[in-house]
């Protein structure tokens, strides 16, 4: 699942009976007051129709003030809250949540596609600048999104926990949108 378990982090035995992806559908995706709502998806497919990959992506002010799950506590929160930190930085833009291209699929343009919707999205609503937050110590991560003209505005420590795999640094990124 994308977010190399953030998402594990926040859901993983949190309801009887519900596998992570099941509350994430419920809780997120299907719920229609959450800013990881179905309508800020975009998905891309190949020319057969096969799903390749998605991304949410929307205002930051849409993301810093919808309201929180009320299932997850702050020890659930604590060990992201150097990415929170970094998620209020950057104020006024237009904000890449998630995006997952399948393994498969990566290096097919799919990612790329799913980004320059995200530029016509903010363009379209009169957005200048465009931001995301990844992990530091991917090294395909961070070359994609450099190569979509992203650079790191700043870094925080991860903090270790066994539901996420990655350490280092969470990063802030962004690029301004010319014209």
């Not at 190949?46 to 919808?66: E, I, K, R, Y």
């Not at 991560?141 to 700043?154: C, D, I």
């Not at 996420?164 to 802030?172: A, D, I, K, Q, T």
């Amino acid at each position: 699942m994308a977010g190399r378990g953030v998402m594990e982090l926040f859901y993983e035995g949190l309801v009887p009976g519900k596998s992570v992806i099941d509350c994430v559908m419920a809780r997120r995706i299907l719920d229609r007051d959450s800013f990881a709502t179905f309508r800020r998806w975009r998905v891309a497919a190949d020319a057969s129709g096969h799903f390749l990959g998605a991304m949410n992506s929307l205002p930051h002010q849409v993301l810093m003030t919808a309201p929180d799950d009320p299932l997850l506590d702050e020890a659930r929160l604590k060990p992201i809250a150097a990415l929170l930190e970094l998620e209020e930085i950057a104020v006024g833009s237009y904000h890449v949540n998630i995006i997952a291209v399948y393994p498969q699929h990566r290096r097919s343009g799919a990612g790329a596609a799913l980004m320059r919707d995200a530029e016509r999205q903010a363009r379209l609503q009169n957005f200048r600048s465009m931001s995301l937050c990844t992990f530091e110590d991917d090294p395909g991560l961070m070359g994609f999104y450099r190569q979509q003209g992203y650079e790191t505005q700043a870094r925080r420590a991860i903090e270790p926990h066994p539901a996420m795999p990655m350490s280092g640094h969470f990063v802030l990124m962004s690029r301004e949108l010319q014209g």
